[in-house]
């Protein structure tokens, strides 16, 4: 058990919305990252973390931001969501060994 | 162009038998290392195994075996034995040491086991 929370698992929201999703971890590592899965094409990256207030974006940032005020909290912000954003997101750290990655359990979000 | 190919959507095979699942993946970094993640129909995402492209042995963790080509750029998992528990879709992912610390992922492949 990596201690990776998300929140909230599942949420159905309206379009121009505003949406956050939250990243617990209780491992206190540097590295955190926000993926989005779709069907045909796996998880793609949207931002990540290297450490407070430090991120960067990803290869999918339009339309997200994050914020990272504590080591154990990152969050992703769909400032005005769209129905194009409808995906499942993976909260995700960074283990020490070999620099795999370690998931929380997923964000279920429908944009109608 | 896609950094990491796994060519086959779908796999079938019966238990016990071995199944070998493609990756090629491509970079002009050096130093890298290629990782493989199981999501079952529950969809957590599982880290199943690790190779460091300096790795002069091929990774193995149980019944997972990574079948590392460095020439041809394959990373292919092979599962012995398979078990009806081994259904669920299989991503094979990147990590490029000079491009930072995030995993690139392919799209995945769903491996069906059946009795």
């Known amino acids: 058990d990596a201690g990776i929370t998300q929140s909230p698992r599942h949420k159905v929201t309206e379009t121009g919305t505003p949406v956050t999703l939250r990243c617990h971890q209780t491992?206190?590592?540097?590295?955190m990252y926000w993926y989005r899965q779709d069907p045909g094409h796996g998880l793609r990256l949207i931002h990540y973390?290297?450490?407070?207030?430090?991120?960067d974006k990803g290869e999918v940032s339009d339309g997200y931001s994050v914020s990272r005020s504590k080591t154990e909290d990152f969050l992703l912000t769909l400032e005005s969501a769209t129905s194009s954003q409808t995906s499942v997101y993976f909260c995700?750290?960074?283990?020490?060994?070999?620099?795999?990655?370690?998931f929380g359990e997923g964000s279920r979000l429908t944009v109608l | 162009a896609q950094k990491i190919t796994q060519t086959q959507p779908g796999m079938f095979v019966q238990e016990k038998e071995a199944v070998t699942l493609d990756c090629t993946y491509d970079?002009?970094?050096?130093?890298?290392?290629l990782f493989w993640y199981k999501q079952p129909s529950s969809g957590e995402m599982i880290f199943l195994i690790y190779?460091?492209?300096?790795?002069?042995q091929n990774a193995t963790e149980g019944r997972y075996s990574l079948n590392f080509q460095k020439a041809r750029k394959s990373a292919n998992l092979v599962i012995s034995a398979s078990q009806l528990g081994d259904s669920a879709m299989y991503f094979c992912?990147?990590?490029?040491?000079?491009?930072?610390?995030?995993?690139?992922f392919g799209k995945g492949t769903t491996l069906s086991v059946s009795s």
């Open positions: 995700a750290i960074r283990g020490l060994a070999d620099g795999e990655l370690f």
């Open positions: 491992e206190n590592h540097r590295y």
């Open positions: 973390s290297y450490g407070v207030k430090d991120t």
């Open positions: 970079t002009s970094d050096p130093s890298y290392g």
């Open positions: 190779q460091g492209s300096y790795d002069q």
């Open positions: 992912a990147m990590r490029e040491m000079q491009a930072g610390t995030a995993l690139i």
